[in-house]
């Protein structure tokens, strides 16, 4: 497979430090133009997917690149959560998530765009984290909310920040929860002949 340019099909600063940090640093970071809220699916593996696929759909690409797109979902009790709207929704989410286990499903795409400008999905990937948090008292909640760390994120809390203080275990690489699978992503690279030295650079 023939690959013109990687592209990053998200505007995520945290993303893009995860490729750089395997060393793939040749890529072009592009929003998508898709609305995550168009997808309805019920259950949370399957709306992971389909927002990841549909983003990297939509992610304007040109002939022979390749699109690396993603996307998360929480599920808790056999519920699927997206982004909380305000502080207030944020609060209640994770005084519902204390002391709990949710599971985060971190779906992948891998989209290549062929010489007529057509998209197709050359690999799917998902991998569930479970995340399992300590018991927050609501001042640990009003005190974490401060931050400001909620805003936009799915499970009201960024991870890669002080938001790993809020749990006391979780099953998966930061890579995974962060909502990049690294490994896996490697791995599905390889898997379609790609030698990922091509994306890096040497001095």
């Known amino acids: 497979?023939?690959?013109?340019?990687?592209?990053?099909?998200?505007?995520?600063?945290?993303?893009?430090?995860?490729?750089?940090r395997v060393g793939i640093s040749r890529f072009r970071q592009i929003a998508s133009n898709y609305d995550e809220s168009d997808s309805q699916a019920n259950d949370s593996k399957t709306l992971a997917k389909e927002r990841s696929r549909m983003k990297g759909l939509h992610v304007p690409a040109g002939p022979n690149d390749l699109v690396i797109s993603a996307d998360q979902v929480l599920e808790f009790d056999g519920h699927s959560?997206?982004?909380?709207?305000?502080?207030?929704?944020?609060?209640?989410?994770?005084?519902?998530?204390?002391?709990?286990?949710?599971?985060?499903?971190?779906?992948?795409?891998?989209?290549?765009?062929?010489e007529q400008g057509q998209a197709s999905v050359v690999h799917e990937g998902l991998v569930t984290c479970s995340m399992r948090m300590r018991h927050l008292s609501d001042r640990?909640?009003?005190?974490?909310?401060?931050?400001?760390?909620?805003?936009?994120?799915?499970?009201?809390?960024?991870?890669?920040?002080?938001?790993?203080?809020?749990?006391?275990?979780?099953?998966?690489?930061?890579?995974?929860?962060?909502?990049?699978?690294?490994?896996?992503?490697?791995?599905?690279?390889?898997?379609?002949?790609?030698d990922?030295?091509?994306f890096a650079s040497f001095p």
């Not at 023939?2 to 490729?19: Q, V």
């Not at 207030?88 to 795409?109: C, D, I, N, P, V």
């Open 1 to 20: 497979m023939h690959i013109n340019e990687l592209i990053l099909g998200s505007t995520s600063k945290f993303r893009a430090e995860l490729l750089k």
């Open 81 to 114: 959560y997206g982004k909380a709207e305000d502080a207030k929704q944020a609060f209640e989410r994770l005084k519902m998530l204390s002391g709990r286990t949710h599971f985060l499903q971190s779906a992948f795409h891998l989209i290549h765009i062929d």
């Open 140 to 194: 640990d909640i009003r005190g974490y909310l401060e931050l400001g760390e909620w805003i936009g994120c799915a499970g009201c809390y960024q991870y890669e920040n002080k938001g790993m203080l809020l749990f006391e275990d979780v099953d998966q690489s930061d890579a995974a929860i962060v909502g990049m699978p690294i490994l896996a992503l490697a791995n599905a690279m390889r898997h379609l002949g790609l």
């Open 196 to 198: 990922l030295n091509q």
